[in-house]
């Protein structure tokens, strides 16, 4: 069983930056894409990055483009997300999120988490509030 533990979230300005970060245990860490998912009060989980195992392909919804940054350490099994720019409607609880990477099939690993489906696991969040 895969287990993932966040941290990072917090308050912050708008315009403000900060880093969130994903330590996984209890499996082998580059057998998963690992993706963030985020929801808001009242509204649907929305997929907003995800990194495949080993080939480092990379999704952003066009929410986040530009202005966050995910990136993951197999060595460590660690995942980080990068938000720069943060603004107002980026507040939400953010879940690191992992799926069973299919390594070398023409089937998109980060689908489901693109998609916001419930993932095959899922860590306990870390809230983001940006300040109005």
């Known amino acids: 069983q895969l287990q993932l533990v966040e941290s990072g979230g917090g308050l912050v300005q708008p315009g403000g930056s900060l880093t969130l970060s994903c330590a996984a245990s209890g499996a082998t860490f580059e057998n998963y894409v690992i993706g963030w998912v985020r929801q808001a009060p009242g509204k649907e989980p929305e997929g907003v990055s995800c990194?495949?195992?080993?080939?480092?392909?990379?999704y952003y919804a066009d929410s986040v483009k530009g202005r966050f940054t995910i990136s993951r350490d197999n060595a460590k099994n660690t995942a980080n997300l990068q938000m720069n720019s943060l603004k107002f409607e980026d507040t939400a609880v953010y879940y690191c999120?992992?799926?069973?990477?299919?390594?070398?099939?023409?089937?998109?690993?980060?689908?489901?988490?693109?998609?916001?489906?419930?993932?095959?696991?899922r860590g306990r969040g870390t809230q983001v509030t940006v300040l109005t």
């Open positions: 999120a992992a799926d069973i990477y299919f390594k070398g099939s023409s089937y998109d690993s980060c689908s489901g988490i693109r998609l916001g489906h419930p993932p095959d696991y």
């Open positions: 990194i495949m195992g080993t080939d480092r392909s990379i």
